[in-house]
């Protein structure tokens, strides 16, 4: 089953985007370095968590007895789907300004897994209110880099917007403010359901010459419950409503649509064939039997 990176806060409330304020210096201009960092207040009251519903690990724990504004990076245990690419791909992470007391108890190495809530938001450095600044990245990591607009950047291959690394999952997250962010919802997984058979001249099939939707009941307000993979299948009811033709295969009702769908009703003459050839060897059978019998019979009397 494919694993999507989803937002890692309960409360999206983004205060400033990466194309707002003095996020623009980190990229805009810039003849070196760059990275799209957005900010990410939570609820706004006392302080929230990060609370990824991917695992991540620890790579690089900054700012605990430093002039570096605390901060740590992580990348995804494993392989992940974002928007911003088709292939999954290991998805990188930075949080800065986190609560200084917090990111003592952090060390590189560590395994922050799904749901847990370790990371807790702060200000320090020149941030006024709790917050995290956020980067999510693709590819190799270069450094904590000061551009040529003076901004300091977590510098990698690939800076991803939000909405570029992340998908929305509404029953986790709810959105006070995205500040003009388009989040994806999450995409639904689609059961694949049936098993193809082998042509047959005897039976009524359906071919299918793609993926199609498979439905409880023969009509399209119906629950879909899944998905048919292209191939044969044996129908057993033909239903024609006046406006659209429907199969039953079993597992539930194909909609008919002749671009991809073909259909080959059971061959009579070849069904009568092969009653036929049932017929003759079952006599056959019956015959040899009552022969040897006769013959079991004959031989016993000569005795």
């Known amino acids: 089953m494919k694993e999507y990176a989803i937002y890692p806060f309960q409360t999206m409330n983004i205060t400033q985007n ?3 304020g003095n996020h623009i210096n980190h990229w805009k201009q810039s003849t070196n370095y760059s990275d799209k960092p957005w900010d990410e207040a939570g609820k706004d009251i006392n302080q929230d968590f990060f609370i990824p519903q991917n695992d991540f690990i620890v790579e690089e724990v900054l700012g605990i007895n430093s002039n570096i504004t605390n901060s740590v990076r992580l990348k995804s245990i494993n392989k992940l789907y974002i928007p911003y690419k088709k292939d ?3 998805l990188y992470l930075t949080l800065t300004h986190m609560n200084e007391e917090n990111l003592k108890h952090i060390s590189e190495g560590q395994i922050i897994k799904k749901g847990s809530t370790i990371l807790l938001e702060g ?9 995290f600044h956020i980067t999510a990245n693709l590819g190799k990591y270069y450094g904590l880099l000061k551009n040529s607009n003076n901004a300091w950047c977590f510098t990698y ?16 997250t709810n959105i006070i403010n995205s500040q003009g962010s388009n989040f994806i919802d999450v995409p639904k997984e689609i059961n694949i359901i049936g098993v193809p058979v082998e042509k047959n001249s005897l039976k009524n099939q359906i071919e299918t010459t793609k993926s199609v939707k498979c439905y409880k009941n023969p009509n399209l307000d119906s629950e879909v419950i ?5 191939g044969f299948y044996n129908y057993t009811e033909k239903i024609d409503d006046g406006t659209f033709i429907w199969y039953n295969i079993g597992v539930g009702y194909i909609l008919y649509q002749n671009e991809f769908i073909n259909i ?17 060897k079952k006599l056959f059978t019956i015959i040899t039997y009552w022969i040897k019998k006769i013959l079991n019979i004959y031989s016993e009397l000569k005795k």
């Not at 899944?226 to 292209?230: I, L, P, Q």
């Not at 080959?264 to 017929?279: G, I, V, W």
Request: charge should be negative; aromatic fraction near 16%; charged fraction near 40%.
């Open 88 to 90: 999954p791909d290991y």
């Open 226 to 230: 899944g998905n048919v993979k292209e």
């Open 123 to 131: 200000k320090d450095g020149i941030a006024t209110g709790n917050h």
């Open 157 to 172: 291959d690939k800076s991803l917007l939000p909405e570029e690394a992340f998908y929305i999952e509404k029953s986790f």
């Open 18 to 20: 990466w194309n707002q």
């Open 264 to 280: 080959y009703p059971k061959n009579k003459k070849e069904e009568e064939k092969d009653s036929n050839s049932k017929f003759y």
